[in-house]
């Protein structure tokens, strides 16, 4: 029988209590995403309120990390998507979706 390596047993134990998290949310107007190993929270109450804003703190984190992470060939593009659909709610919400592994807890059941 093999042993789990230290770092395995993090990483689960992290998993467990993620799954954990969004049992409580489920059928809450809340947004789960993941930003590289941490894990954020969209919605009234929540860690980011809005898409946008999560958007907007990756971007401060790390400018060419978030513009690969959102699919972008350069940070100039992803400044221009920026640009064009900034005010547009569903696009960002399309964006976490689709880039950040979003789950939409309105949804799940």
Known sequence: MKAKSEKQLRKERKFIRNQKADERLKGLDVIVCYYGDERCTIGQHEEFSTCRDFIIWSIVQEPDVAAKDMGFDSTTEMYAW???????????????????NGKDMQ???
């Open 82 to 100: 920026m640009f064009e659909n900034g005010s547009d709610d569903q696009a960002m919400k399309e964006l976490v979706m689709d880039y950040y």
């Open 107 to 109: 949804d799940e059941q």
